[in-house]
């Protein structure tokens, strides 16, 4: 198969493919109608929501999510964000599946600290055994640990996907090393979750070999959320094709692109 067919290969999770390997949130925006344009932009395929933050239904007064981002249009990636404990994650994961008719495909999250919303990784563990063991497809929120990527991945997790930088700081891939070895050593999709900031940061996550990227803040936060959605499409795009073009070597000195060898003076 050539570098460019694999590059356009698709995102398989837990055994559906997706066109687009960027995933968005519903998060932060002024209104519905943004919601909607900058999801419509991004070219996303899957759409996660905090279910503790959002009215899928169980609150018949108020604006429901599901007017916005249809289950006919996209996939629902329940998320346990603001759950601290297992206990509270899983319960979070249940209440998703009861208002969805029976929707698995969950991305669980538990958080250790409020400052920087790292995960909790003997929470997050427990949590996902638990899941898993429940019928759940765990998309999961993690450290970028090669050691708890593996176990998570051995676990029966259908995408393991660790942060690049705190939850909303928008610092970029600061740990590009530790995310390279976790790509490396997985089978299951790698997914960036946690610290893009703008579409440079995109590509080069998606440079690194990442199978695609989930954002929210760096999207509804910026000045102009669906021109700003519209661009992490294209970055995401070009950042894998990058990956498989293969970027040329890096040098110390100059090296002319036009050679003077054979040239006639």
Do not use: W
């Amino acid at each position: 198969m050539s570098q460019s067919a694999k590059a356009s290969q698709p995102l398989v999770v837990a055994g559906t493919s997706y066109q687009s390997r960027l995933l968005v949130g519903t998060g932060k925006y002024k209104d519905m109608n943004e919601t909607r344009q900058a999801i419509e932009a991004s070219g996303a395929e899957i759409v996660t929501f905090a279910v503790r933050r959002s009215n899928i239904g169980q609150n018949p007064d108020e604006p429901n999510l599901l007017e916005v981002v249809s289950p006919d249009k996209y996939t629902l990636l329940p998320n346990t964000a603001a759950c601290y404990t297992a206990q509270d994650a899983v319960r979070t994961c249940k209440l998703a599946r009861e208002l969805l008719d029976g929707h698995d495909l969950v991305k669980l999250e538990v958080l250790g600290d409020e400052k920087t919303l790292f995960p909790d990784i003997k929470q997050t563990l427990i949590a996902a055994e638990e899941l898993i063991a429940d019928g759940f497809k765990v998309m999961v929120y993690t450290s970028d640990d090669l050691i708890i990527a593996k176990e998570l991945e051995a676990m029966g997790c259908v995408a393991v996907m660790p942060l690049a930088a705190p939850i909303g700081s928008g610092l970029g891939v600061r740990n590009p090393y530790n995310i390279r070895f976790i790509v490396e050593e997985l089978n299951v999709p790698v997914l960036v979750d946690a610290g893009v900031g703008t579409a440079s940061d995109a590509a080069i996550a998606m440079e690194l070999g990442c199978d695609g990227i989930l954002m929210n803040t760096a999207i509804a936060a910026a000045q102009d959320p669906v021109l700003m959605a519209s661009a992490m499409k294209k970055a995401v795009e070009a950042g894998r094709e990058a990956f498989f073009a293969g970027r040329m070597p890096k040098k110390q000195y100059a090296s002319a692109s036009s050679p003077l060898d054979g040239t006639f003076f």
